[in-house]
């Protein structure tokens, strides 16, 4: 999928949509994010030496992981973030690089859903998380105003 079909699975618009590409394997979603060096999160992280922050490592991460709940929501429902355990970050993450996901929803219980995945750059990894989701109403969560 590119990001076109994305966008018809995940709300995430603009510079919040953090996959350029994703597929569904088996039980499996495997993302990929290149990394441009314009991106705002890399303003001032770090002056001369950009790092993609880890909470974007797992952003990425986490929309990878919704792509395989596409077919299990209800209409009008939403996985918003819930919990993040475990997370390592292993190597970082630069500007030119294309940052790979490989993610996979571990079980279900009521209205959660459990995720663990991996981020790579080439054959080196960069992250791994244990990450939840609770599937939210969509208007409840996308209206409110601060």
């Keep these: ?3 076109n079909d994305i966008e018809k699975i ?12 994703v597929s569904r394997e088996g039980d499996e979603a495997h993302g990929i994010y290149n990394v441009k060096g314009t ?3 890399l303003d001032g992280h770090f002056p001369g030496s950009p790092i993609v922050p880890g909470v974007i490592l797992c952003e990425i ?5 919704c792509v395989l709940l596409d077919e299990a929501l209800p209409e009008g429902k939403l996985p918003v973030y819930a919990g993040l355990d475990k997370v390592r970050f292993t190597s970082p993450v630069h500007p030119g690089n294309q940052f790979r996901t490989r993610c996979r929803i571990t079980k279900s219980k009521g209205p959660f ?4 995945g991996e981020g790579y750059v080439g054959d080196r990894r960069a992250i791994t998380a244990s990450f939840s989701f609770a599937i939210a109403e969509k208007d409840r969560i996308c209206s409110q105003k601060s």
């Design 1 to 3: 999928m590119d990001r």
């Design 10 to 21: 995940l709300p995430h618009r603009n510079s919040m949509l953090l996959l350029d590409e």
């Design 39 to 41: 991106e705002f999160f």
């Design 61 to 65: 991460l986490a929309q990878t992981a």
């Design 113 to 116: 859903y459990f995720a663990e």
